[in-house]
């Protein structure tokens, strides 16, 4: 989202006069946020509200400057008090809007920037950020429309135009959604997000053409580091579409030492936190339910990244009965918020909880995902996350069911190296790291099938796709689903899928030809070789 902050500083609305501090203070908070200094700008503008607590200006930077520095809570505040003196300004509007939902008040967010649009049906910026809203919680249609209405507003928005792409692309529209990509790079050939769009569609060939212009781009010596990772990511694929396959993996090497510099991995920090996880479930019992119905409605998919995991739940959103959430992130929510209630960190604090603890945090679960069942009785929660919490959720939820989707490991830790990840995928930058993750996931997912046989479902992706007929029909049997033909066909099923790298691919038939590894050849023999030291290759 955009912050309505963007537009400049703010200026003062009010006609009453400032004493000559509070007039001083003032001239120094907008020098302070001309430059970007938004710590120190907030501190002028606090002295001057000392002296002037209704000047409606002041109260108005201190909200856009608190949103800059992430500060959402006094953001909300701010703006609340502006919009109190200033109740049809629409951007004010925008910004209350962009605060409540980075503290997850989803509703009410979008409440305040549908009145945005309304104040200013002719605001490019307002349409926009309702887009970016409604676009994250799976509204696709309803944004695609408010990205539609930004950009007859304003054709030059490219951010809206990418938006644009990556929504059409999430409902299935992939011509409609390359085509918006194309159209921005018609406009700038550079243009990293739309090169890295259309690569991330995982469906698009590339062509010579296309390879020779993402040379070019990539070449560029003036580039952030952030446009030069998107831009060798797209190039890298293109050098596979030309069958260069040597080239591709030493720019897929150059992205990801890129991206080493800003998210490191911590194989040993992972294997810390596992050997916890393992050695206090295997000693926690947990008491018997209150409730052994509650989560009946739940079905966790558990995976690596890349591994299959939206396609499985795109198969089981195919059902009549059943939601996608994609993948949300309440159940972790609810873990951290009792870590944070204990003081002690998870799993520390497992052996001392009681059935009630974990009735009450079910409840709290079940409470925050309920907007998943307004229409539909299931649904599912895909984090990628959900493997280390699988214990936590069978004794919170001791009626739901969890599907552990698996993929042959050699090809997960290569499509995980090839895709280009964001925030904490920091094991995905490097193959030694990738396979450690790797042989953790699957020792911890191990351990869950062992304790928990009857709850857990192991799903292999090579099984599923060599024989959907038979693989599909027991998934939905172990989920206490009736079987359901639509989800033989569930590349038919009109849903909006955030995973950006597998929405185009769940639109297609299933593909039998998705393996890579014997592409790279030798490439690839080091990983292999730390997967056999993990003991998850057999010599």
């Known amino acids: 989202m955009a912050s309505n902050s963007d537009a400049g500083p703010v200026q003062r609305a009010s006609r009453r006069p400032l004493s000559s501090v509070a007039s001083r203070l003032w001239t120094r908070a907008q020098k302070e946020w001309e430059q970007q200094q938004f710590d120190a700008a907030e501190r002028s503008l606090t002295s001057m509200l000392a002296l002037a607590p209704d000047d409606t200006g002041a109260i108005r930077m201190l909200a856009a400057a608190a949103q800059r520095r992430g500060d ?3 953001a909300v505040d701010c703006f609340r008090r502006a919009i109190a003196a200033s109740s049809d300004d629409f951007a004010l509007r925008v910004g209350l809007g962009i605060a409540l939902y980075e503290l997850g008040k989803i509703d009410e967010s979008l409440t305040h920037l549908r009145r945005a649009c309304d104040l200013a049906p002719a605001s490019s910026l307002a349409w926009f950020n309702l887009g970016k809203a409604l676009e994250k919680e799976a509204h696709a249609e309803e944004g695609i429309a408010a990205f539609r209405r930004a950009l007859n507003l304003d054709p030059s928005h490219v951010s809206a135009r990418l938006s644009l792409g990556r929504s059409l692309a999430s409902v299935g529209q992939v011509q409609a959604a390359v085509a918006e990509f194309r159209e921005t790079l018609r406009r700038d050939a550079g243009n990293a997000e739309a090169w890295f769009g259309l690569s991330n569609l995982n469906t698009v060939r590339f062509d010579s053409e296309d390879t020779a212009c993402l040379r070019r781009a990539f070449a560029r010596v003036n580039l952030n580091d952030h446009d030069r990772e998107l831009l060798g990511s797209a190039f890298a694929k293109a050098l ?3 069958g260069d396959y040597a080239q591709a993996f030493e720019v897929f090497g150059l992205v990801k030492a890129s991206q080493r510099k800003q ?3 911590d194989a040993e920090g992972e294997r810390d936190r596992v050997e916890s996880i393992l050695r206090t479930f295997a000693k926690a019992t947990p008491p018997p339910p209150l409730d052994p119905s509650l989560g009946h409605e739940v079905i966790l998919i558990v995976s690596l990244p890349r591994s299959g995991s939206t396609l499985a739940e795109q198969i089981l959103a195919s059902h009549p009965g059943v939601e996608g959430a994609n993948e949300i992130n309440d159940l972790r929510d ?12 998870f799993p520390s604090w497992v052996l001392d909880a009681t059935a009630e603890d974990w009735h009450r945090l079910g409840v709290e679960y079940l409470t925050r995902t309920a ?3 307004n229409t539909k009785a299931r649904f599912t929660d895909k984090n990628l996350l959900n493997w280390y919490l699988v214990g936590a959720a069978m004794a919170m939820l001791p ?5 552990i989707v698996r993929r042959d490991p050699v090809e997960t830790c290569l499509a995980c190296y ?3 990840f964001t925030g904490i995928a920091g094991f995905a930058c490097d193959l030694g790291d990738m396979a450690d993750y790797c042989a953790n996931f699957l020792r911890l997912t191990r351990f869950w099938r062992e304790k928990f046989p009857a709850r857990l479902f192991d799903l292999q992706y090579e099984a599923l796709v060599a024989e959907p007929e038979a693989v599909i029909p027991r998934l939905l049997s172990f989920c206490g689903l009736p079987f359901d033909p639509a989800c033989l066909a569930f590349h038919e099923t009109s849903r909006a899928v955030l995973s950006a790298p597998s929405a185009a691919q769940v639109r297609q038939p299933l593909r039998r030809d998705t393996a890579r590894s014997a ?10 070789q730390r997967l056999r030291e993990r003991g998850v290759l057999a010599d």
Do not use: C, F, M, P
Not at 399 to 403: C, E, G, I, L, T
Not at 519 to 528: A, M, P, Q, T
């Open 334 to 345: 609810v873990i951290d918020a009792e870590t944070r209630r204990r003081e002690s960190a």
């Open 399 to 403: 009626a739901a069911r969890v599907v």
């Open 519 to 528: 592409l790279y050849g030798d490439r690839l023999d080091g990983l292999r």
């Open 371 to 373: 907007r998943w069942r």
């Open 240 to 242: 596979e579409n030309q």
């Open 418 to 420: 090839r895709q280009y």
């Open 72 to 74: 959402h809570v006094k």
């Open 263 to 265: 998210v490191k991995g």
